[in-house]
């Protein structure tokens, strides 16, 4: 998994894997600062027990390169700590 890509047009960066309510609240947060956020549901074939998805499931959590900083520091410690 590349932890850059480009979504709509704008590079984005992975900053972690997340239970899908975690990475939801995450999402609130950054939108009330204006900074969008795309979660992605991890690969069926990725999970560790095919069929079990814990607590709602697992997704990555991308943000925009260009906000990185505040992201960070809006979400604090250290990125990708996730799940």
Known sequence: MRECRTIGGSAYRLFGVFPKPVALSFEVL??????????????????????VEPMG????????EAAWDEVVEVLGGEAGTGA
């Open 30 to 51: 950054l939108r009330e600062r204006g900074i969008p956020a795309y979660l992605e549901d991890l690969a069926p074939e990725a999970r560790p027990y095919a069929g």
């Open 57 to 64: 499931g697992v997704v990555y959590f991308w943000v925009p």
